[in-house]
Every structure is written in structure tokens, then in C-alpha cells.
């Protein structure tokens, strides 16, 4: 059984960096096929692809976000980071992780989310 | 940029059928696309209903079909149930990233 956890901060300030750690279990990053990404929410909108890494070290970013993201992952420790650098309020958002098989490009199981609020 | 467009809200009676679309700004939604489907209820985390275009995620109902109708990805609910109230989000693989829709407010009444 897949599952995905997402940890962090829940309140930061602005152009501070957040940090958040997608924990799972069920399966290993480092079989070929498997990847995890991060998508986020802000509250009363759209869900919105952040990042994404391969069990291979391939990563990919959102192509409006690139400059801010860095996703890496630690498979010793069925873990996946995701850093975004000069939070503003508009990045207030509930965090989702997601395991997504290579094979069909989606995103199958889902964490249950963590709320990230900026505000000084 | 990419836009990935849904319709904002949609309404279907009890055990009617409605189809939802998840189209591109600029060209055809293909199956390279890998379009999929995730059902949102609020407070809740995404549920995969459909992925690669068309197959249906496990434990979900017959009800829901993935498929591409003319040049856009479909999500199509036959005999819609009260429980189908949600949101709908489509999102498409172009490549090297993922463009998630704006998301389908779905009413059931």
C-alpha cells in the first residue's frame, strides 16, 4: 500500500525559503518507473503543478516557478524535498505530494496535503 | 504558456449523463497528452478517477469514462449520482511538465 505524507512549516514570512518533505512508504525511488511530484492549492482555487523528480535523479519544474523550486529526494530515507525560495503571500497554499508512475505520466496516489500560510 | 481549459461549472440532474472537456489554448489534446482525471471534495485530497486518457483508476466506478472527443480530453459520467458533486480537474503531461485545468465545479440536481 502506497501512502505520502507532506511536512513542513505552516506559517513563513515573506522572502523566506519554505521547505517541505514528502515522506512514503510502499514503494522505493529508486526503482526505474517511479517518481514523485509536488502540486499546491491556494485556498478557493486550482491545483497547480510545482515539480517533479524521476527515480533516476531526472528532475522537472514548472517553467513560471523554475527559478524558485529545487525538488531533490534522499532514498535511503523514503523521502522527497521541495524548497521554494522568496516566498510571497500569493504562494499561501495547502502542498500536495503525489507518486506518479512513469508510465502514464499521472499522479495516482496522493498525500494528504499540508497548509503552508505566508504572512509577517 | 500553456493553458489547459475546463469548463468552470457544470450542472447534471440524478442519473443523467454530462461530459466535462479539458482542452489546450493552442491545438488538439492527443493521447501523448496523458490526460487525467482527479475528483476534489472540499477539505479533501485529489482522487484519480482516470489516467492515460482512458483507464479507469482502481475502485472506481463504471460510471466514469476517459475518453478524447474531437480535439479535447473528456471526462464523461453516466448515471450521475448525488456523491458526484464535486470538483473535477484535468491535467495534461506536454512534454516535460504538467498543466493542470482550472477545475469543473460539478452540481448534481
Known amino acids: 500500500q502506497i501512502t505520502l505524507k507532506e511536512s513542513g512549516p505552516t506559517l513563513v514570512k515573506p522572502t523566506q525559503t519554505l521547505t517541505l518533505t514528502c515522506t512514503f512508504s510502499?514503494?522505493?525511488?529508486?526503482?526505474?518507473?517511479?517518481?514523485v511530484g509536488w502540486i499546491r492549492q491556494p485556498p478557493g482555487k486550482a491545483l497547480e503543478w510545482l515539480a517533479l523528480i524521476y527515480w533516476d535523479d531526472d528532475k522537472r519544474y514548472s517553467p513560471s516557478l523554475k527559478s524558485r523550486l529545487t525538488i531533490t529526494k534522499d532514498t535511503s530515507k523514503n523521502q522527497v524535498v521541495l524548497t521554494m525560495t522568496n516566498m510571497d503571500p500569493v504562494d499561501t497554499a495547502t502542498y500536495y505530494c503525489a507518486h506518479s508512475p512513469y508510465y502514464d505520466r499521472s499522479f495516482d496516489i496522493w498525500g494528504q496535503g499540508t497548509v503552508v500560510t505566508v504572512s509577517s | 504558456q500553456t493553458v489547459v481549459t475546463q469548463e468552470p461549472s457544470f450542472s447534471v440532474s440524478p442519473g443523467g449523463t454530462v461530459t466535462l472537456t479539458c482542452g489546450l489554448s493552442s491545438g488538439s489534446v492527443s493521447t501523448s497528452n496523458y490526460a487525467s482525471w482527479y475528483q476534489q471534495t472540499p477539505g479533501q485530497a485529489p482522487r484519480t478517477l482516470i489516467y492515460?486518457?482512458?483507464t479507469r483508476s482502481s475502485g472506481v466506478p463504471h460510471r466514469f469514462s476517459g475518453s478524447i472527443l474531437g480535439h479535447k480530453a473528456a471526462l464523461t459520467i453516466t448515471g450521475a449520482q448525488a456523491d458526484d458533486e464535486s470538483d473535477y480537474y484535468c491535467v495534461l503531461y506536454m512534454g516535460s511538465d504538467w498543466v493542470f485545468g482550472g477545475g469543473t465545479k460539478l452540481t448534481v440536481l
Open positions: 510502499g514503494f522505493s525511488l529508486s526503482t526505474s518507473g517511479v517518481a
Open positions: 492515460s486518457t482512458n
